[in-house]
Structures are given as C-alpha cells and as structure tokens.
C-alpha cells in the first residue's frame, strides 16, 4: 500500500519558537494533503488542506498565521508552527490523497505516522 | 459531510465477532461509509467503505442498510491488536471529518 511519512516523529521544543513538521508521499504523488490536530483524549480535528502550487485552505478558528502549510511539490507538504506555546503540543497528522482523485468517486486517503509536539 | 452517531465504548472477547454499529440518517447519494481506526498514538488506518453494498476485506466487513441511513463494520474474530478508536466517517472522498468514534477494547 501507499505509504506516508512524518518527520520529525516526536519533538520538544521551547516556548516561542518555530516547528517544521514535514509530510512525504512516499511512493505515489498526491494532488492534496490534509493536516489534523489531535488533543489528549479528543478525535482529530481538520486544520488545513493543502493543494500543491496554490494557499492551503484553513478550517474555521485556525490561525493561517501561527500554522503555516507549504505544498511545494507533488510528494510534499509542510506544516510550521510559529512561535509555538504549550497550548499548541499537539498530536499532528497528515493524510495525501493520490493524485488520481475522482470527485464523486472512491478514494483512499493514506495518514501519515503522526508528530507528536510538545511546547515547554 | 454527513454525520455519523457511533457509541462512545464497546467491549469484546478476544476470538468473538466485534460489531460496531454507526448512524449516517443523513447521508447523500454520493457519499461513501469509510471506517478508519487509530491504535493509540499511531496514525488512521484505512479498513473498508462502501457505498451501496455490502463490502468484505481480509480485516473485516461492511454491512450497510438498504436506506444506506445505517452501517455496521463487523471484524470476524477480534484480537488484541484490534484494541482502538473505530471512526465511521461519511464522505464524498475529499476531506475525512473525524467523529468522536467507537473505542473498542478486545479483552482476553
């Protein structure tokens, strides 16, 4: 199956600073990438999508300032959190929808491992 | 996207089918039933979907009213491994919108 890959994994950091979560197609291309949020205990919540070559598309309530998203290329997206603080350690995840995508179709997303956050 | 309803918690014997149901009341014609599940810390992992018709995969099956308003994801014989958080989402296959899910725990 296709495979997805996060890096870094895990992170800490310190209160103020600046995280860059990557997110790689590994073996296929993807049209659209998708960033969730996951707090201790709750289900992922949409943050973004992004869509190579054009602005990621926010969800209601999320600041496009403090969590910037970059789709450069085909197989990868990144996620950077700005001058993080501990309210934003977080469980991170992104899924790719291949580049076939068929609206009104099937299609199957593919998550990625996660990136778990923590701001000190 | 349609909304699912799905209890909070379910248990199962380790060996016994696990069957976790879902309400979709408002779903459309072109909206698939997808079940994702999360082992703990890990991230979705696809298991079926389906639109009209029953569905079986070599993880599990997928029964699906004729009024397509409920579903049922059926794992034949649980396992340990089975353990986590099971999402029944509705979807025309862009964005997946994750519910509060069923969390499953398979005892020995």
């Known amino acids: 199956g296709a495979v997805v890959s996060q890096h870094p994994s895990w992170v800490i950091c310190k209160s103020g600073t600046s995280v860059k979560i990557e997110c790689r197609s590994l073996d296929f291309q993807a049209t659209t990438m998708f960033w969730y949020r996951q707090f201790p205990k709750q289900s992922l919540m949409l943050m973004a999508t992004s869509n190579e070559g054009s602005k990621a598309t926010y969800e209601q309530g999320v600041e496009k300032d403090k969590f910037l998203i970059n789709h450069a290329s085909l197989t990868l997206s990144t996620l950077t959190v700005t001058s993080a603080h501990p309210e934003d350690s977080s469980f991170y995840i992104c899924?790719?929808?291949?580049?076939?995508?068929?609206?009104?179709?099937?299609?199957?997303?593919?998550f990625g491992p996660g990136t778990r956050l923590t701001v000190l | 996207d349609a909304k699912t309803t799905q209890p909070p918690s379910m248990d199962c014997a380790e060996g016994r089918a696990a069957n976790l149901p879902c309400n979709h009341s408002?779903?459309?014609?072109?909206?698939?039933v997808y079940w994702y599940r999360q082992i703990h810390s890990q991230g979705p992992q696809y298991i079926i979907h389906g639109l009209k018709n029953n569905e079986t995969n070599e993880m599990a099956s997928l029964i699906i009213t004729e009024d397509r308003k409920s579903s049922t994801l059926i794992l034949p014989h649980a396992t340990l491994r089975d353990t986590a958080v099971y999402y029944c989402?509705?979807?025309?296959?862009?964005?997946?919108?994750f519910g509060k899910g069923t969390s499953l725990l398979v005892t020995p």
């Open positions: 989402i509705v979807s025309t296959g862009y964005a997946l919108n």
């Open positions: 899924s790719a929808l291949p580049l076939s995508w068929t609206s009104g179709t099937y299609n199957e997303q593919f």
């Open positions: 408002t779903i459309s014609g072109n909206e698939y």
